[in-house]
Every structure is written in structure tokens, then in C-alpha cells.
């Protein structure tokens, strides 16, 4: 009797690769784990790689809350050069010598950014204005503002400066030589929502020389990082599932319920519940089945998702 006949619920870590859509990593996933039942918790942009959490069959019910956690990200950011889409996609409208920015200037300008922060999203993303994607009104010609958002940068760290000459921008058309541009390699640990290409625009816009993000790599969602990530040749050859109940036990405080309580939460009864820190709690069975996902609501369990 063939093992291959049921596709587990759980989650796949795909570790992804540049040029991909985070849609067009879930359309080979269906493909790989042959079902439908295929969704990501938070979009990774074409040009970046890292850490993509997809859900398969039931753990699709926890993408929406995983794609809540904080988030963290190796980088480069190109000081000198901006470009239309505030990394290395777009075409670069403007080049300036960065070459006199000082480490102090730059480690300011990174303070700035660091913490609670109000960041206007890069307008070449797929966040909706007036339910219409912000792209699509890009590529429409529209003229438009995208409302600043609260985002919280925990961590913004510069590991390395380097300094190097770039060519491709109106400016460097014959100048007969680049533009002196200064590659910063950074850290960031931030909350969900927070677009890595606007900090590098800001940065760069800061400092008075523009700047853009060149590479992007996910390290981690929540609790799930880069070393149990797998590539697609990887999950093709062998599809690597991380169990619901295990994920949820990695993602969530947990509850454990007596078989009483299990059918009554079942059933739709909100139980009192222990106190947790705000958020989503997962409950779990006697026999260690994950049941549900429930939040207090004054002081009883409102379910999220159901499991059992």
C-alpha cells in the first residue's frame, strides 16, 4: 500500500529562490504535495530569498496568525543610487556620489529608523489602496500617496561598509565614469509589515544620497528559521513536513485540556481559560491532539481555528 496516498497536515519551510513569486512557490507546492490546499503566511518579495512558511491541507488555518510574527533579514543596501521600485528591480531615477557618508551619518541614520516607526510602504507593492494594489495603480500611471503605518524595527544592525562605483543611471551617461556608491551589509528584526526596501529608500533619503535594498534574504518567521528550511529540489526529492501540532507548539503558548473540556471546546462552549499574554493560544488534547486556536475574550476562550 503506497504512503504517498494522504498529504499530512502541517507546515513546509521553503527556503525560496530569487525570481520566485511567493505564488509561484505555493503553485509548485500543490504540485509537490499534490493538493489544493496550499497557502503562505506573508509574502517574500521576486528578488529576495529565505524563509517562506507555507501551510498544507488543515495548517493553512494557521497562516493568518503566523503571518503576524516578527520577522528577521540579512540585507544589502545600495547608498547612492534610488530606484522606482526601492530595490534592485526598478530602474534607477537618480544617482548621487555617496562616497563623503560617514559611519556616524549612517549609524544616525539607522537609529532613526530603529523602533516604533511610522514607514510609508514602497509604492511598487502589493498592498491595497482603495482595494486596488498599489502596483497595478503604479503601472496605471496614477499619482497617489500611500498612508504612513506604525511598524516596529526591533533591531537595525550595519555589519559591514563598502564602498564601490556603480554605472546605469541617467548621471553616469557620459560622465564617462560610475556613480561612487557606498554598500551597506545589514540586520533587521521588525514586525510584520515592515517593507526592508522602504528602510533602505529612507535611509538613503536620510542621509540626503537615496538608497536602495540590491539583496534580501528571510532568516526568520516567528520561530521558524533558515536551518529548517528546504529548497524546492530539496522538498521535490523529499517533501518535509512540519506537523500542525508541532508548529503550533513552536508558534503558540499551549493549553492542555481534559477529554471534558476537549468536547465542550468542540462544541462550540467558550471555556474559562488560565491567563496567556495577548494573543492566540493553541489548545491541546489528552492525547496530545492540537484541537484549536482560541484568544480570551473577557476571560473565556473564543475559538480561531478548529482543529479537532
Not at 501551510?55 to 516578527?70: F, I, N, P
Not at 529540489?233 to 513552536?250: G, I, R
Request: proline share 5%.
Amino acid at each position: 500500500m503506497s504512503n504517498a496516498a494522504k498529504t499530512p497536515d502541517g507546515l513546509v519551510i521553503v527556503d525560496k529562490p530569487s525570481g520566485f513569486t511567493s505564488h509561484d512557490v505555493v503553485a509548485k507546492m500543490r504540485g509537490i504535495a499534490k493538493t489544493r490546499r496550499v497557502g503562505h503566511a506573508g509574502t517574500l518579495d521576486p528578488m529576495a530569498t529565505g524563509v517562506l512558511v507555507l501551510g498544507v491541507e488543515r495548517a493553512t488555518k494557521l497562516l493568518g496568525h503566523l503571518a503576524l510574527t516578527e520577522k528577521e533579514y540579512l540585507g544589502t543596501i545600495r547608498l547612492g543610487q534610488t530606484t522606482i521600485t526601492d530595490d534592485a528591480e526598478g530602474e534607477i531615477t537618480a544617482s548621487v556620489d555617496a562616497s563623503k557618508v560617514t559611519r556616524e551619518q549612517i549609524d544616525a541614520g539607522v537609529a532613526e529608523l530603529t523602533g516604533a516607526i511610522m514607514q510609508v510602504p514602497s509604492k511598487v507593492s502589493a498592498i491595497k489602496i482603495d482595494g486596488k494594489r498599489s502596483y497595478a495603480r503604479v503601472r496605471g500611471g496614477e499619482e497617489f500617496e500611500i498612508p504612513a503605518r506604525p511598524v516596529t524595527v526591533s533591531s537595525f544592525q550595519v555589519y559591514d561598509v563598502r564602498e564601490a562605483t556603480a554605472w546605469g543611471s541617467p548621471q553616469d551617461e557620459g560622465s564617462g565614469g560610475g556613480t561612487p556608491v557606498v554598500d551597506l551589509v545589514v540586520s533587521v528584526v521588525c514586525s510584520s509589515g515592515t517593507y526592508i526596501r522602504a528602510l533602505a529608500r529612507d535611509l538613503g533619503a536620510g542621509l540626503g544620497v537615496g538608497g536602495h535594498l540590491t539583496a534580501l534574504r528571510r532568516t526568520r518567521v516567528g520561530p521558524y528559521k533558515l536551518d529548517a528550511a528546504r529548497t524546492l529540489d530539496q522538498l521535490q526529492e523529499e517533501l518535509t513536513v512540519m506537523p500542525v501540532a508541532d508548529a503550533a507548539t513552536a508558534a503558540f503558548p499551549r493549553w492542555d485540556v481534559d477529554e471534558k473540556r476537549a468536547k465542550l471546546l468542540l462544541n462550540g462552549v467558550r471555556l474559562e481559560m488560565p491567563e496567556y499574554p495577548a494573543g492566540p493560544v493553541a489548545v491541546f488534547g489528552p492525547e496530545g491532539t492540537l484541537l484549536a486556536l482560541v484568544e480570551a475574550q473577557r476571560g473565556k476562550a473564543k475559538s480561531l481555528a478548529v482543529f479537532g
